[in-house]
T-cell receptor, first 108, second 113 residues
Framework: DAKTTQPNSMESNEEEPVHLPCNHS???????IHWYRQLPSQGPEYVIH???SNVNNRMASLAIAEDRKSSTLILHRATLRDAAVYYC?????????FGQGTRLTINP | SAVISQKPSRDICQRGTSLTIQCQVD?????MFWYRQQPGQSLTLIAT?????????ESGFVIDKFPISRPNLTFSTLTVSNMSPEDSSIYLC??????????FGPGTRLTVT
């Protein structure tokens, strides 16, 4: 499984945008880039995914570099409820393999 | 979306005993997965539970230790056998009902004393 590299932790302020980076230099042409997050004491939840083009949904935006070797999850206006561990995952086969993720702290 | 429930939500067990964790989904799904999350760690995939066939285990996990059943498209069990304190973890059931989105249960918190 191709690996991803994320910062261990990040901090931001409430109501400000947050940019969570992910490096995946060994990504293959068929790998989708997925983002999940895990709120405290809960199972992970799907955030967004993409292949080549930037993607938007009600939760976040995903910006994918032209060479696909990195991506950025964008939370446009962070709230306290967005405090979680965010996982960037490459999915080629059927299974999701989690890395260590980024622990996001939101300051009020 | 799929709604997943797990039983029990938590348990404290003595070493050497076994615990069976149940996973119930509110819709029929093809792919079910079992994950383990050790304290302070990320999720590790244990196995893929296939309906009507043997589960597919990841490296480091064996059927004798973690037998899995998948009798139908809405239900699966994971047994943690001959438990030791190192098995203390959260065990999560997960399903995929679309090509891209995977759903996770609330987890079963297991403490082995």
């Amino acid at each position: 499984d191709a690996k991803t590299t994320q910062p261990n932790s990040m901090e931001s302020n409430e109501e400000e945008p947050v940019h969570l980076p992910c490096n995946h230099s060994t990504i293959s042409g068929t790998d989708y880039i997925h983002w999940y997050r895990q709120l405290p004491s809960q199972g992970p939840e799907y955030v967004i995914h993409g292949l080549t083009s930037n993607v938007n949904n009600r939760m976040a935006s995903l910006a994918i570099a032209e060479d696909r070797k990195s991506s950025t999850l964008i939370l446009h206006r962070a709230t306290l409820r967005d405090a979680a561990v965010y996982y960037c995952i490459l999915q080629g086969a059927q299974k999701l393999v989690f890395g260590q993720g980024t622990r996001l702290t939101i300051n009020p | 979306s799929a709604v997943i429930s797990q039983k029990p939500s938590r348990d404290i067990c003595q070493r050497g005993t076994s615990l069976t964790i149940q996973c119930q989904v509110d819709s029929q799904v093809t792919m079910m997965f079992w994950y383990r999350q050790q304290p302070g760690q990320s999720l590790t995939l244990i196995a893929t539970a296939n309906q009507g066939s043997e589960a597919t285990y990841e490296s480091g996990f064996v059927i004798d230790k973690f037998p899995i059943s998948r009798p139908n498209l809405t239900f699966s069990t994971l047994t943690v056998s001959n438990m030791s304190p190192e098995d203390s973890s959260i065990y999560l059931c997960s399903v995929r009902d679309t090509e891209y989105e995977q759903y996770f249960g609330p987890g079963t918190r297991l403490t082995v004393t």
